[in-house]
C-alpha cells in the first residue's frame, strides 16, 4: 500500500527552504508521489512548474503537478501538457479550479470533468481527480455533487483524492455510494493533521469540511495550549486513519502544508 504527501509552490527563498526541510524529512518515509499545488489563472503556474522540477531532479520523487481549467483555453492546457511530457510526468490531477477575482469568463473548460476528457484524449497520463466527502461547498445538492464526480470517472479518471475531513462515515458512504453506481476507481484519503486549530478552522469554513462538536470542543480546551492542541491533532488522526485502513481504504493522501512534523508522527503511528 503506497501513500503520498502534498505541497505547494514556496512564494520566496524562506518559503523554499521550509519546503526543501520537509520534503528532506518525509523522504525516508517512502512517499509514492508528492503533488504539488497549481493556482488558476497564472498565479502560481510558474511556481508549480518550479516545484515539479525541482522535486523531480533534486530529490528523485515523483512529482504529480495539480492542473486547473479554469480560465484557460484549449492551446493553453494543450501547452502546459506537452511540456509535462516532455519531462517525463506521469501522473497529474485535474480540477476545475476557483475562476480568478475580477474574471468573468470561465474559458473553454466548464466543469473538471472537461479537463479529464481533454487530458485523456491528449494522452499518456493517469488522471486523478478530486472528490468530496461532505460536498462541495458550491454544490447544489448532495446527489448533484456525486453525480459531477461520477461524470469526472467516466470522463477517464484514474482515482479520486478526497477533500479532508474529520467525520470518517463521510468517507465511507461516499465510496459505498460510487459503488453503487458502478464506480470501481480508487478512493484515496485526503488526510490534514491538525496543527493549528485556528488555521484548520478558517480552512474548513472555506472548503466545507466539517469539524465534529467534541473534536471543536476538546481543542477550544487546549486553546492556551499548542503543543497540546497538536497531539490531539496526532491521536485524532491517527485513530480515523487507522480505521479507514482497516475498512479498505486503498491509501492515504496527506495535505502537509510544507510541514512534515505532524504527517511523520501520523505515519509512523499507522507503522506505514
Given amino acids: 500500500m503506497a501513500h503520498s504527501v502534498e505541497f505547494f509552490p514556496p512564494k520566496n527563498a524562506a518559503g523554499e527552504e521550509r519546503l526543501r526541510e520537509a520534503i528532506t524529512a518525509l523522504l525516508p518515509l517512502g512517499p509514492e508521489y508528492a503533488s504539488v499545488t497549481f493556482g488558476a489563472g497564472g498565479s502560481t ?8 522540477t525541482m522535486i523531480r531532479q533534486d530529490y528523485d520523487l515523483e512529482a504529480v503537478p495539480h492542473l486547473s481549467c479554469i480560465g484557460s483555453t484549449e492551446a493553453g492546457i494543450r501547452e502546459i501538457l506537452e511540456d509535462y511530457q516532455k519531462q517525463g510526468i506521469r501522473r497529474i490531477v485535474a480540477l ?3 475562476l480568478p477575482e475580477g474574471m468573468e469568463n470561465p474559458g473553454h473548460f466548464q466543469h473538471a470533468a472537461d479537463l479529464v476528457a481533454f487530458i485523456r484524449h491528449f494522452g499518456g497520463f493517469d488522471v486523478y481527480v478530486a472528490g468530496y466527502p461532505e460536498i462541495h461547498p458550491r454544490a447544489t445538492s448532495a446527489r448533484d455533487d456525486v453525480a459531477h464526480l461520477v461524470a469526472k470517472v467516466q470522463a477517464g479518471a484514474d482515482a479520486i ?3 479532508y475531513f474529520f467525520n470518517p462515515d463521510a468517507y465511507l458512504q461516499l465510496r459505498d455510494e460510487l459503488q453503487r453506481q458502478g464506480v470501481e476507481v480508487p478512493v484515496v484519503v485526503g488526510v490534514m493533521p491538525i496543527t493549528n486549530f485556528e488555521q484548520i478552522s478558517r480552512f474548513s469554513a472555506m472548503c466545507g469540511a466539517d469539524i465534529p462538536q467534541y473534536v471543536r470542543r476538546r481543542m477550544e480546551a487546549y486553546a492556551d495550549d499548542l503543543q497540546s492542541q497538536y497531539q490531539l491533532g496526532i491521536d485524532l488522526l491517527s485513530r480515523q486513519c487507522q480505521l479507514l485502513l482497516r475498512e479498505g481504504a486503498p491509501s492515504l493522501h496527506f495535505y502537509t502544508l510544507n510541514q512534515a512534523e505532524a504527517t511523520a508522527a501520523i505515519w509512523r503511528n499507522l507503522g506505514l
Fill in 96 to 98: 476545475r479550479g476557483d
Fill in 45 to 52: 503556474r510558474e511556481r508549480t512548474f518550479a516545484t515539479v
Fill in 161 to 163: 483524492i478526497t477533500q
